[in-house]
């Protein structure tokens, strides 16, 4: 069975870093984008980042300058590196496995992990 599990999540405070990781079992990362996701409380899911298959990588607005996203296919293990986090970045953060990158929509993904929870307070 395909699976994604999702790590690194923490408290942090406004200013500080975390690095999030996404391990795949199953399969390896060379055909699918892996996409970045959060989820506040009550409020809707939202794009974060995504990496293709080849090292392209996206990111929302709000994220730029401050989060990026990596992947070592050796491990089959995709990084979101999270700097400057600010209160507005909490969330539970999930990673889906898709045929192609989006940060708009979650239609494409095929696979989810069961999220992290980041909190970023002082």
């Known amino acids: 069975q395909v699976q994604l599990v999702e790590s690194g999540g923490g408290l942090v405070q406004p200013g500080g870093s975390l690095r999030l990781s996404c391990a795949a079992s199953?399969?390896?990362?060379?055909?699918?984008?892996i996409g970045w996701f959060r989820q506040a409380a009550g409020k809707e899911r939202e794009g974060v980042s995504c990496?293709?298959?080849?090292?392209?990588?996206f990111y929302t607005d709000s994220v730029k300058g401050r989060f990026t996203v990596s992947s070592d296919n050796a491990k089959n293990t995709v990084y979101l590196q999270m700097n400057s986090l600010k209160p507005e970045d909490t969330g539970v953060y999930y990673c889906?496995?898709?045929?192609?990158?989006?940060?708009?929509?979650?239609?494409?993904?095929?696979?989810w992990g069961q999220g992290t929870q980041v909190t970023v307070s002082s």
């Open positions: 889906g496995a898709a045929l192609f990158c989006s940060t708009k929509d979650y239609s494409g993904y095929d696979y």
């Open positions: 199953e399969f390896t990362l060379d055909a699918y984008a």
């Open positions: 990496i293709t298959s080849g090292g392209s990588t």
